[in-house]
């Protein structure tokens, strides 16, 4: 498949450098000469340089009618360069169009993007909000990735001491609680190498186990992994009232019953308008690294705090206090991937980087639209999760899954067969139209995919 992407910075970068390790044929559209040069020599891509917004340009990439181009992803920081793209895109005859939206006027509803015939528009705030709702939405839940457009996630969680999971093999666990969709695709133990669990694995206290499990079963989980009581999120604090931070106290007033939010800015103004926007969010002018503004709010009693300033270093340096001061889960935004790297070393239980949020939505909106093999990293394990349709040609089509002999590099996790989603078995056959979530964990994926894909007209393509 050819495709466009339209803006080559963090976002951009990082997209076509997926779509490339999927063997997309990519050509990158940066009108800065710099960057345009370092994207040519770091990914085998063709790089034009100029506005992606002006038809001429374009039509180089091929563009144009008659032209090849299949899908189109504009992700510059500009929201009129990424909607004129897309619609001249559309105009030439290009099937799919994905724009990044960063005004939210245009990714409230689907308005904006039926009217201009773009097939998604993308908001990187609410990609993040979403990933921070998750993370906080559990209490023991340490990294948390949507999967299947929000139907199901992976989480990480550590099997705490009496837990259901701890000294049983895990089937038996499975035989005594058959309610919970789940399948641990992953287990990092102290002192020793992190391995794919089988059935007759015994999990023991303190394992890091990496879940996936459909999303309304996802409260299912914590009393397998030891917590005692059902987690119930009643206060949130958040600082900053930009668009991230306004994004995820909407998102909790909207998703929540009963939750007390606060917000804290400290420019008045910007107060002023977030109270005329945030129905049930207590709205405070202050300054976020105020201890005493902190402990004045009751930091102390808060269940999540999130740092959603501009300021990276701020954000960590709050989430760090907030967590001292008593917060059970404290989150910093993080776009800098240097400050990654020191996550596992500072008091706070997670960093989320907005543009990893946004790149990760904008690949599983590829897949939806193209119906075939996508890929998408773990990077906390480096491991791949691959989203796929078997097609009539394809090598399992009628086999068991014990039969696949996948072990110990890969597990199916999910399979979508009609309108039924579950977990499956050793015993369950694969069948031309399954959609199914494999997880591989190997030096080369492609010798797993090859089991799954044929790549001829019968079968489904790898992208």
């Known amino acids: 498949m050819r495709t466009v992407v339209v803006g080559g910075g963090n976002v951009g970068f990082n997209v076509a450098k997926k779509l490339v390790d999927l063997g997309h044929d990519v050509i990158v559209i940066e009108q800065d000469e710099e960057r345009a040069a370092k994207i040519d020599e770091m990914l085998d891509v063709m790089v034009i340089t100029g506005n992606g917004a002006r038809p001429q340009i374009l039509a180089q990439a091929g563009i144009h009618e008659g032209g090849d181009v299949s899908l189109l992803i504009a992700c510059t920081d500009r929201d009129e360069v990424n909607i004129l793209s897309c619609w001249i895109a559309k105009k030439a005859g290009v099937k799919h169009t994905i724009s990044r939206a960063r005004n939210l006027e245009f990714t409230d509803n689907r308005i904006w993007a039926d009217a201009i015939g773009i097939d998604e528009m993308i908001s990187p705030e609410r990609s993040v909000a979403g990933v921070i709702e998750n993370m906080l939405s559990m209490s023991s839940i340490i990294v948390s990735d949507d999967l299947w457009d929000g139907i ?14 701890a ?8 035989e005594l609680r058959p309610d919970v969709n789940a399948l641990i695709v992953y287990v990092e133990r102290q002192s020793k190498e992190g391995f794919i669990p089988r059935g007759n694995t015994i999990l023991a206290e303190g394992d890091l186990c990496y879940v996936v499990s459909l999303k309304k079963d996802a409260h299912l989980l914590e009393r397998l992994f030891g917590i005692k009581e059902d987690f119930k999120l009643k206060r949130i604090m958040v600082a900053g009232g930009g668009k991230i931070g306004f994004q995820v106290a909407r998102r909790f007033e909207n998703n929540y019953k009963d939750i007390d939010v606060r917000l804290i800015d400290l420019d008045p103004h910007k107060c002023q ?32 705090f999130v740092a959603t300033t501009a300021n990276d270093e701020l954000n960590i340096l709050v989430a760090i206090l907030a967590k001292e001061l008593g917060a059970k889960k404290s989150i910093a935004v993080v776009r800098h991937e240097t400050y990654r790297k020191l996550e596992n070393r500072l008091s706070l239980d997670a960093m989320v980087n907005p543009h990893e ?44 899954i014990i039969d696949l002999h996948l072990y110990p590099y890969a597990i199916i996790v999910l399979v979508q067969r009609d309108d039924e989603i579950f977990v499956p078995g050793g015993m369950t056959v694969m069948k031309p139209g399954d959609r199914i979530l494999l997880y591989i964990n190997a030096p080369n994926e492609d010798k797993i995919l090859s089991l799954f894909i044929k790549e001829n007209k019968k079968g489904a393509k790898r992208l």
């Open 152 to 165: 199901a996630s992976l989480y990480a969680m550590r099997i705490k001491k009496g837990a259901l999971m």
């Open 167 to 174: 000294g049983r093999p895990l089937k038996e666990v499975r």
């Open 273 to 304: 308008r977030l109270s005329s926007e945030l129905t049930k969010t207590l709205i405070l002018q202050g300054n976020v690294a105020d201890e005493d503004v902190l402990l004045s709010e009751g930091i102390d009693d808060v269940d999540g």
């Open 357 to 400: 949020a946004l790149v990760a939505a904008i690949m599983r909106f590829v897949t939806l639209n193209t119906k075939g093999a996508i890929m998408s990293t773990v990077k906390q394990i480096n491991a791949e999760m691959v989203d796929l349709v078997i097609g009539e040609g394809s090598p399992v089509a009628g086999k068991k």
